[in-house]
């Protein structure tokens, strides 16, 4: 019923940036929270960013200063943009958007299919 298709990912050397975007389509009748977690092999997933509805932003300490979400209400659209990267970033990038299909129904959490990002040193 949701889809969420994310983009940007890719190769990049240290230092360099990239910008990511996942874009919720389907029979969506809200989005609250939007968020951008991260899986490096061997690890388990984290949340990187999360932005509310209204804006407010919160951000793992790792990422503070380089990385920066937004999101584009009436495209159903979360971006994040990522600055300075290091090697440690390098992981698969997950979206995750918080869902009501209807003015009555709870709301549900919905995942894209992961981009990679891999930085080289």
């Known amino acids: 019923q949701v889809q969420l298709v994310e983009s940007g990912g890719g190769l990049v050397q240290a230092g360099g940036s990239l910008r990511l975007s996942c874009a919720a389509s389907?029979?969506?009748?809200?989005?609250?929270?939007m968020g951008w977690y991260r899986q490096a092999p061997g690890k388990q997933r984290e949340l990187v960013a999360g932005?509310?509805?209204?804006?407010?932003?919160n951000y793992v300490d790792s990422v503070k200063g380089r990385f920066t979400i937004s999101r584009d209400n009436a495209k159903n659209t979360v971006y994040l943009q990522m600055n300075s990267l290091k090697p440690e970033d390098t992981a698969v990038y997950y979206c995750?958007?918080?869902?009501?299909?209807?003015?009555?129904?709870?709301?549900?959490?919905?995942w894209g299919q992961g981009t990679q990002v891999t930085v080289s040193s």
């Open positions: 389907g029979r969506i009748f809200s989005i609250n929270y």
């Open positions: 995750n958007c918080n869902v009501k299909i209807t003015s009555w129904s709870t709301r549900r959490d919905y």
């Open positions: 932005i509310s509805s209204g804006g407010d932003t």
